[in-house]
T-cell receptor, first 114, second 113 residues
Framework: GNSVTQMEGPVTLSEEAFLTINCTYT??????LFWYVQYPGEGLQLLLK?????DKGSNKGFEATYRKETTSFHLEKGSVQVSDSAVYFC?????????????FGGGTRVLVKP | DGGITQSPKYLFRKEGQNVTLSCEQN?????MYWYRQDPGQGLRLIYY???????QKGDIAEGYSVSREKKESFPLTVTSAQKNPTAFYLC????????????FGQGTRLTVV
């Protein structure tokens, strides 16, 4: 079945540091890939997405590139801010999966210190 | 104001009681989902529905039940058969079955006392 593996946190950074969160996946067919962000006590918000190989999703300074050859979708940001402190989830949706449901990674908590 | 409304935000239940969590949407999305999130963990799918009057079990459906009588509503009942119901519950919707993005509600935190 489909699965998503992302690096465990917490990841603690200083403001303006470079952030990378690794995400790899296993899926049949050609999945769409997503990064979601969750702020404390809230639901998830879509951060960015990519629907085919070599697509780059970007939003709010975050980027991720869909790498089919390495089955990866790593999230990066060049200069983080305190407001980026949150939990980040990598997810996939495969049109061949029964029921078309999202499969999530375990989440990575990021803490940015001033 | 468009979106997904989950209620209540906090819910306390005594052991042995059934409780129902509400999820309402005005996005006109066909698909709706219920996820469970435990502290420090990812999301696990409980039930999902692609159309009205139809729904499927997710990965952890035991002890839960749902209905989809209207497109706008997808209530989740946590029954007494659910042995460890304390968790954060998230409702989500999507158009055309998740090839595009999913939208999430603000969640309901259920605590068994």
């Amino acid at each position: 079945g489909n699965s998503v593996t992302q690096m465990e946190g917490p990841v603690t950074l200083s403001e303006e540091a470079f952030l990378t969160i690794n995400c790899t996946y296993t899926a049949t067919g050609y999945p769409s890939l997503f990064w979601y962000v969750q702020y404390p006590g809230e639901g998830l918000q879509l951060l960015l997405k990519a629907t085919k190989a070599d697509d780059k999703g970007s939003n709010k300074g975050f980027e991720a590139t869909y790498r089919k050859e390495t089955t990866s979708f790593h999230l990066e940001k060049g200069s983080v801010q305190v407001s980026d402190s949150a939990v980040y989830f990598c997810a996939l949706s495969s049109p061949n999966a029964a029921g078309n449901k999202l499969t999530f990674g375990g989440g990575t908590r990021v803490l940015v210190k001033p | 104001d468009g979106g997904i409304t989950q209620s209540p935000k906090y819910l306390f239940r005594k052991e042995g009681q059934n409780v129902t969590l509400s999820c309402e949407q005005n996005l006109n999305h066909d698909a709706m989902y219920w996820y469970r999130q435990d502290p420090g963990q990812g999301l696990r799918l409980i039930y999902y529905s692609q159309i009205v009057n139809d729904f499927q079990k997710g990965d952890i459906a035991e002890g839960y039940s749902v209905s989809r009588e209207k497109k706008e509503s997808f209530p989740l009942t946590v029954t007494s058969a659910q042995k460890n119901p304390t968790a954060f519950y998230l409702c989500a919707t999507s158009d055309r079955g998740l090839i595009t993005e999913a939208f999430f509600g603000q969640g309901t935190r259920l605590t068994v006392v």
